[in-house]
């Protein structure tokens, strides 16, 4: 007998149907619209006995050694930051617009923000911009006597405690965006700053990568500050983590690891994907952010900066909303991933995400600063060097501190003779990251931990946070 075109597709659909059927959960019956109207007449026993079955799962020995695997509620958690409303706080008069003097930031920034030109900011030309936080002049304890154990060995880099003054600044209230990030590339392009093109990934990348593709990467155009070097590769694949699985291949990062800023030669522009303007700008070079604060007449934060400013005004532990950290309070990593017996973090699986967030998904500190505890690592104008702290000490540095040395080269493009890695020794010179990442364990994000990271180090865990300081600023004072 022959079977039309029409026919087949009936069959088909009825039999991708019934598979359906066998194959679903309880959760998946739960959510299902036919299966709720199949099953709308259902006795109390019935309901009753589905419950005492759920809560004896030793009675279920089929999917007792089995994981039970739940969507994250973490992933979609609600936005804390709301832009709109710092814009209304620095809308003096009311009007709905920013003009030059209401912006708390640079001119630069407004001048690239006024697309329109008309020297002022709509609603609009502010959905994505950078607002700053104040942070007043004062003293804390930089470091600690109680070193933090991360990676095996305590981290002695962070000691001796010590007092230290700083000038007061302004401080970004969030990571560096991709939106804000992606409005700088069409600006510096547009006036010769930076060069764009398709090339193989590096050799760092590589190592990395789950498909050595082609991607285009951002330099610095000839003439320019960082004539040919690299800021940022718009990585269009995710990266493969330093972990194995139950094979002798290491395991795919989240697939939602992405640069997400993408450039379209024909137009001659770069775009964000739709969805992720507020993700923290990543694959970000130590230049491609230096690059950008001297664009825009900002800084990267000093090291003695960043952490005066995380800790909140009360010597917080973590640069949380509290001090204290756990899943609800930081994008990180906030589970035993190793199964350590000697784990002391937070154990929360549940709330553990696995990608990059949405800048301000969690609570701000004291300053109104966020994010500042995970999501991405954030890069700061010092060099590392694990005895600075008791050089400040021995030479009575207590004045906004910089270990701004010179001098270091960067290592050769095949990496021969280069060491260095999480709790390893460094063979080159090394800048500090602060704050950990969505994939750190909880030791990274300690207000105290100092993190060597080499400048040429881009990928989907490192971006940026920027400061406004006075040019009056005197570094390492007495």
């Known amino acids: 007998m022959k079977i039309s075109r029409k026919q087949l597709v009936v069959v088909l659909l009825v039999i991708s149907m019934a598979t359906l059927s066998i194959g679903c959960t309880d959760e998946d019956e739960a959510n299902t619209g036919t299966n709720v109207a199949v099953n709308e007449e259902v006795s109390e026993t019935d309901v009753n006995s589905k419950e005492e079955n759920e809560e004896r799962p030793e009675e279920r020995p089929e999917e007792s050694n089995k994981p039970r695997y739940r969507s ?12 709109e409303e710092q814009v209304d706080k620095l809308d003096e008069n009311g009007d709905g617009y920013l003009t030059i ?43 600690t006597d109680d070193p933090v154990t991360a990676f095996g060995k305590s981290e002695v880099a962070s000691s001796p405690a ?25 600006s510096a392009l547009e006036s010769d700053q930076i060069v764009v093109d398709l090339a193989p990934l590096t050799a760092i990348e590589k190592d990395r990568m789950i498909y050595p593709t082609l991607t ?13 070097d690299l800021f940022m590769q718009l990585s269009r694949v995710s990266s493969i983590s330093h972990e194995y699985g139950e094979s002798p291949l290491l395991i795919p990062e989240h697939p939602l690891n992405q640069c997400w800023i993408f450039y379209v030669p024909d137009m001659e522009k770069f775009y964000v994907e739709p969805g992720f303007e507020n993700w923290p700008a990543a694959y970000l070079r130590f230049e491609g952010a230096m690059a950008f604060s001297e664009y825009y007449d900002l800084s990267l934060p000093t090291e003695a900066e960043w952490e005066y400013a995380a800790s909140g005004g009360q010597q917080f532990e973590f640069p949380t909303v509290d001090g ?34 949405d800048v301000g998904k969690y609570p701000a500190n004291p300053y109104g600063l966020y994010d500042l505890a995970g999501n991405v690592w954030e890069w700061t104008l010092d060099w590392y060097d694990k005895s600075f702290y008791q050089y400040c ?12 040395m010179e001098g270091y080269e960067h290592p ?4 021969v003779g280069v060491t260095g890695g999480p709790g390893q020794v460094f063979s080159h010179g090394a800048k500090v990251c602060k704050g950990g990442s969505y994939n750190y364990h909880e030791a990274m994000t300690y207000t105290t ?9 881009a990928n989907d865990h490192f971006g940026a946070r920027f400061v406004i300081r006075s040019s009056d600023v005197e570094f390492n004072g007495k």
């Not at 010590?162 to 069409?186: K, R, S, V, W």
């Not at 931990?449 to 180090?457: D, E």
């Open 72 to 83: 994250n509620l973490a992933e979609i958690r609600e936005q804390v930051y709301d832009r």
């Open 101 to 143: 003097d209401e912006y708390n930031g640079t001119t630069k920034l407004f001048e690239d923000m006024d697309l329109d030109g008309d020297n002022k900011l709509s609603v609009e030309e502010t959905e994505y911009m950078i607002t700053f936080e104040d942070i007043p002049t004062g003293s804390f304890i930089m470091g």
């Open 162 to 186: 010590h007092p230290i003054t700083l000038d007061g600044f302004q401080m970004a209230a969030t990571e560096l965006t991709t939106a804000q990030y992606c409005l700088y590339l069409n």
């Open 216 to 228: 285009y990467e951002v330099r610095g155009a000839a003439g320019t500050n960082y004539e040919d």
């Open 324 to 357: 204290s950290n756990d899943g609800d309070k930081s994008n990180y990593r906030c589970y035993n991933v190793e199964n350590e017996e000697d784990f002391e973090g937070a154990d929360e699986p549940e709330n553990f995400v696995g990608f990059r967030l």
């Open 393 to 404: 000490v021995n030479n009575d540095i207590t004045r906004n501190p910089l270990n701004n």
């Open 412 to 415: 050769p493009a095949d990496k």
């Open 449 to 457: 931990l100092r993190f060597p990271v080499y400048n040429y180090i």
